[in-house]
């Protein structure tokens, strides 16, 4: 993988950005009903002949290179009335506290060789989105993808359009949105309907205030890395959200058996369970981990996603004397997933041949470059004299 670069911003004092919200001593800041399904289920659409991610599959597993956007959404009055305005001190202690929380991700899961691209701009929406709950998002999201040129018959599918040209034009293997909401005026932090920070299981966005509820923009590093596992495919613990301890999630297909609810067995601490005090002491469970696609099995510290082989198809051709054609294909086998579509993001790096044992040679790729999980090769062979082995 190419290094990529992260670019850290200065941290600047929260509290003098936005209000202190009051939280009572014994009260423990708690996320609730975080983790969404969006409704373009993944598994009915199929992916390009190559096995690399496709559109409806903006975060199948963490691992890799992933593109952020962080979209500061700034309501303009054309709509409804603007009592929230972005400044340039606000905008920069939120992308620090998002950094963090990447940064944390990437140092926990040491063999999925993360690295993350952190994009950050301001786009315009008639609505003010801190005064509408979850049942008004489709306002504000949609009104803020066409700003940022993403036009569509809904907002999901602007949503998976904006992260699928983010993907690209990153060069990334996955990529997500976060949407942020300024709450600096809002008394609690919280959109109306009482939410502060949620996300679509496997993407494509996930949807913050800029005060993180009850957590205060100092500590929103914990939610977002929370809501990070669940654009990964993770899901929630925590007892309240009521989460089966047989439901299954991630590429992988992983049964969430260390939820809180109903007694499934095991308190195993984790960011999933609960946010503040697990990122605080770097705790990550096993069934989590499994979900967000981080199993080795083999113990070989190359993850089971990522751990697969490619397969070349050859064709013979050849007119009386002329010199033999040697044409096919190279395409890398990805893990079967029982959930998603079957993805890879491994790239055939080369294909190379040789003559009866001799030295190896390396084939040119068909159009000019190695660069996808499957690529087309052709050579024309030396005219030999007598059978030789290729």
């Known amino acids: 993988m ?32 975080d983790a969404l399904r969006a409704p373009i289920s993944l598994q009915t659409h199929a992916i390009r002949g190559s096995n690399m991610p496709a559109r409806y599959q903006p975060s199948a597993f963490m691992a890799g290179h992933v593109a952020v956007q962080v979209v500061f959404v700034e309501s303009d009055g054309t709509i409804e009335p603007s009592r929230e ?17 990447l940064t944390w991700w990437h140092d926990r899961l040491p063999d999925a ?21 979850l049942d008004g ?3 504000w999201i949609g009104d803020t993808l066409s700003h940022m040129g993403y036009p569509g018959k809904d907002y999901f599918e602007q949503a998976y359009a904006a992260d699928d040209a983010l993907r690209h034009a ?20 919280r ?3 009482g939410l502060f920070g949620y996300a679509y299981v496997n993407g494509p966005f996930m949807v913050l205030t ?17 809501e990070m596992g669940h654009i990964f495919g993770a899901l929630d613990q925590y007892a309240s959200a009521a989460t089966p301890c047989t439901e299954q ?59 697969t082989a490619p397969n070349v198809q050859v064709e013979w051709a050849q007119s009386g004397t002329a010199r033999p054609m040697v044409s096919g294909q190279a395409i890398d086998q990805p893990l079967p997933s029982i959930r998603q579509a079957t993805v890879t993001i491994n790239h055939i790096d080369r294909v190379e041949y040789r003559v009866n044992g001799g030295a190896w040679m390396w084939l040119p790729a068909a159009d000019g470059s190695y660069s996808d999980a499957s690529e087309a090769i052709s050579v024309t062979l030396p005219l030999y004299d007598g059978q030789y082995a290729v």
């Not at 190419?2 to 014994?26: D, E, G, N, R, T």
């Not at 990153?170 to 932090?189: I, K, P």
């Not at 800029?210 to 929370?226: E, I, W």
């Not at 007694?263 to 609960?274: E, F, L, R």
Request: hydrophobic share 35%.
């Open 170 to 189: 990153r060069g990334a293997d996955w990529a997500t949105t976060l949407f942020v909401a300024n709450s600096a005026h809002d008394d609690d932090g």
């Open 113 to 133: 060789h993360l690295s993350f691209d952190v994009s950050t701009q301001v786009a315009a929406t008639g609505y003010e989105p801190v005064t509408h709950g």
């Open 137 to 139: 998002e489709h306002l």
């Open 191 to 193: 959109f109306a309907d």
């Open 210 to 226: 800029s005060n993180a509820g009850p957590y205060g923009t100092s500590k929103m590093a914990s939610v977002v890395t929370h």
């Open 2 to 33: 190419k290094p990529i670069y992260v670019f850290l911003v200065p941290v600047l004092a929260a509290m003098l950005l936005f209000p202190s919200l009051p939280v009572a001593a014994q009260e423990q800041p708690s996320l609730t009903g």
């Open 85 to 101: 305005d972005w400044t340039a001190e606000q905008m920069s202690a939120v992308t620090a506290q998002i950094t963090t929380a």
């Open 249 to 307: 999630s991630g590429y992988l297909n992983v049964a969430n058996t260390n939820s809180q609810y109903n007694n499934c067995g095991t308190h195993n601490p984790s960011i999933m369970q609960d946010a503040l005090p697990s990122y605080e002491n770097k705790q990550i469970d096993d069934t989590a981990l499994g979900q967000l696609g981080y199993r080795d099995a083999d113990g070989d510290h190359i993850l089971d996603p990522v751990d």
